[in-house]
């Protein structure tokens, strides 16, 4: 938990330049998954749904379905949920339209003057908030479920949107027209060592699971492009306002928490390459292919006596975390792989080298044991492993 604040501490204020411009970090996955949108199978969220309002639901979505209906939002499958849907909604038109009244959507009310004045003078994009692909329009067909945020997660929405905090009171001050914008650069890039006083306290936050629609508009026909999707929002509320649409705060979140796990993966596998080599140097005869797991009863293809000399070797130079599930891959006599989750945060599970994260289509992995049950599958059959590699 140290690790992962830090983490998040110093990128605080780097939330004001990832939006402005496109995703260039390797690690961060798929997606336009900087914002809370995300088309991850996830990778990713936990929390359950509050109660309001029962809703009359119509007949519920089927794998049947080849143009739904995207005008209405009375398809939300949960009760209670039709104040979710109603934001989801309209940010899904803001999306299809490249509308800056996104804006609206996904900040609190007094910094929005703000934002958009940072957009008007190209110092913020909505590029990390609605993905700009014209040739498609999105609607909701249903929700699925909801679930609270962590309670872990919680207190970063307040020090992520209280960044804006001082750009909104320099705007205040100044107003909006003619802005200093060396100025405003240098206050977006001034770190924060503490949460700034904001007038709001965000306390609620909810990750909606959500199916969607998407239809090309242009003509575009490809029988292979998915028209119905899962897909999660992450919504975030102030009293007084409302649900918004977070689209920094549980992305930060996200790439932490996969940073860890890589980092944890990186250690491993120079770990494991150490303790390979010196095995190698003493003679010791390397498997040509097996795997070597956090739990035993997924080992494949290895002694007892090999396991215990790798094992001891490598308490030797790589610290095991509790909670840490891996297995090591040795291929060709070589190690090739490293794959990892913390048991309890599965959907954070990473491979090393990053190319393994990916199957021989370019896919995401989507989990542990995915990646597990290919290596294990390949292996068993006499397949080459090489067709993982990015």
């Known amino acids: 938990m140290k690790k992962l604040t830090a983490i998040l501490v110093m990128t605080?204020?780097?939330c004001s330049f990832v939006s402005c411009g496109n995703d260039t970090a390797d690690e961060v996955i798929d997606e336009s998954s900087m914002t809370s949108v995300s088309e991850e199978t996830t990778e990713e969220i936990?929390?359950?749904?509050?109660?309001?309002e029962t809703v009359d639901v119509e007949e519920e979505p089927t794998e049947e379905i080849t143009e739904p209906e995207t005008e209405e939002i009375s398809k939300t499958s949960?009760?209670?949920t039709e104040e979710y849907a109603e934001v989801i909604d309209k940010f899904l038109k803001c999306q299809n339209n490249n509308s800056d009244t996104v804006i609206e959507l996904c900040f609190p009310d007094k910094y929005c003057d703000t934002i958009r004045v940072l957009y008007n003078n190209d110092l913020f994009s909505l590029?990390?908030?609605i993905d700009f692909i014209n040739s498609v329009d999105v609607g909701l067909i249903s929700i699925d479920s909801v679930e609270p945020v962590s309670e872990e997660y919680m207190p970063y929405f307040n020090l992520y949107y209280g960044c804006y905090q001082p750009l909104y009171e320099?705007?205040?001050?100044?107003g909006t027209?003619?802005?200093d914008i060396d100025k405003l650069s240098e206050l977006m890039s001034t770190p924060i060592t503490e949460l700034p006083d904001i007038y709001f306290n965000i306390e609620k936050a909810v990750t909606v699971y959500c199916t969607i629609s998407r239809e090309f508009n242009d003509g575009t026909e490809d029988p292979e492009y998915e028209k119905i999707v899962d897909t999660e929002y992450t919504l975030y509320y102030i009293d007084g306002e409302g649900w918004k649409v977070d689209y920094i705060t549980m992305g930060h979140l996200y790439e932490a928490e996969r940073t860890m796990v890589l980092d944890e993966l990186r250690s491993l596998y120079s770990a494991s390459e150490t303790v390979l080599t010196g095995l190698e140097e003493t003679g010791t005869e390397i498997p040509e292919n097996c795997i070597i797991c956090s739990d035993s009863s997924k080992?494949?293809?290895v002694s007892d006596e090999f396991l215990n000399t790798f094992d001891n070797a490598l308490?030797?130079?790589?610290?095991k975390k509790d909670g840490f599930d891996y297995f090591v891959m040795i291929n060709a006599g070589e190690l090739a792989c490293v794959s990892g989750q913390y048991a309890t945060k599965p959907k954070f599970y990473r491979a090393f080298p990053t190319a393994y994260f990916y199957d021989e289509d370019d896919y995401v992995v989507e989990s542990y044991d995915e990646r597990y049950n290919l290596c294990l599958e390949r292996m068993k059959n006499g397949q080459p492993q090489s067709y993982m590699k990015h």
């Not at 936990?46 to 309001?52: I, Q, V």
């Not at 320099?170 to 100044?174: A, F, P, W």
């Open 127 to 129: 590029y990390g908030i």
């Open 12 to 14: 605080a204020m780097l």
């Open 177 to 179: 027209e003619n802005p």
């Open 46 to 52: 936990t929390e359950e749904s509050s109660e309001s």
């Open 299 to 301: 080992n494949y293809n």
């Open 170 to 174: 320099y705007i205040e001050e100044n």
């Open 315 to 319: 308490d030797g130079c790589y610290q």
């Open 78 to 80: 949960v009760e209670g």
